[in-house]
């Protein structure tokens, strides 16, 4: 068993990041900046949100967090992002999901420019991925492609079966690694709650990448042997051991999983960091692509 590590394969894109904004400066010119609007309290937003900011300022990037209060209307929340859309000076905007019910999120996602779309969850943007030209790529799945690249993990051929179908994890990995392109062109199975038995599916995995949002549902049954195991999952569990009370796991169960796999990623330490790296390369992109650099 060979660990994914997350910290080696986003220092690698953070250091070679913070180097181009250092070029940048050198010439005089801003840095990037990130816009990140939060709605509400949601105590796990406001974690992911804050350490977006911080690991925008660490690389020399400039980054404002909106806070905004739970009862925003959709409206207000839509002219928030249209000040920023007409603001020169940021490149990217991210609404932290999820949005209280009463907001549209397909909405507010259509109401940031396609450009500024950090998160790659524009229609356009992700239209772009599945016909396959170049684009804001969602950053979790970009992430995962980082290092499946980094790692040199073959997967031309390969049997890929995705556990999830978000817009955000699910599809846009799907649509990445189905690309015939170099480090794609697997076939590519997309799995769901509605199976009556997922274990059918999984266990054919030579890639299985888990994005279900359940704590540890992935067990060593399901998997088969010399799998690589990517885990998308940050799920909360109590531990009443932990100074919070709880700790974070993954969607796999990693102790039994482990040993069965050939690559796998650790929760904690895993998808979650290359998830913000790939935020700060497309702040990057959206920046470079606005002063057509
Ligand atoms: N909520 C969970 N993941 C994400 C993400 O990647 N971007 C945003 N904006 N919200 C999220």
Do not use: W
Request: hydrophobic share 45%.
């Amino acid at each position: 068993m060979n660990l994914l590590d997350g910290k080696v394969v986003s220092e690698q894109i953070l250091t070679s990041l913070k180097s181009e904004i250092e070029v940048l400066k050198s010439k005089g010119l801003p840095a990037p900046f990130l816009a990140a609007i939060l709605v509400g309290n949601n105590p796990a937003s406001e974690t992911y949100v804050a350490s977006k900011k911080k690991s925008c300022l660490a690389i020399g990037m400039n980054s404002e967090v909106v806070n905004l209060s739970a009862d925003i209307s959709e409206a207000e929340l839509i002219e928030v992002i249209s000040k920023f859309n007409s603001d020169t000076s940021c490149s990217g905007i991210l609404v932290q999901l999820p949005l209280p019910k009463h907001i549209n999120e397909n909405n507010i996602i259509n109401a940031i420019l396609p450009e500024k779309d950090v998160d790659g969850f524009h229609p356009i943007n992700l239209g772009r991925l599945m016909i396959g030209t170049d684009t804001l790529v969602p950053c979790t799945p970009a992430g995962i492609h980082e290092m499946i690249k980094f790692y040199n993990i073959e997967t031309s051929g390969k049997h890929v079966v995705v556990v999830g179908r978000s817009n955000i994890v699910g599809k846009p990995i799907a649509n990445i690694l189905l690309q015939k392109k170099a480090f794609a062109n697997a076939v590519v199975t997309v799995c769901h709650s509605a199976a009556k038995d997922l274990s059918v599916f999984t266990k054919q995995a030579d890639i299985l990448i888990a994005a279900i949002g359940v704590p540890q549902f992935i067990k060593a049954d399901m998997v088969k042997d010399g799998a690589v195991v990517i885990d998308v999952g940050i799920n909360r569990i109590e531990d009443a051991s932990r100074p919070r009370g709880y700790r974070i796991v993954g969607d796999v169960d990693f102790e039994n999983v482990a040993p069965k796999s050939s690559f796998i990623t650790p929760v904690p330490g895993g998808v979650g960091l290359t998830t913000i790296a790939l935020l700060l390369k497309n702040t990057f992109l959206a920046y470079q692509m606005q002063n057509k650099l």
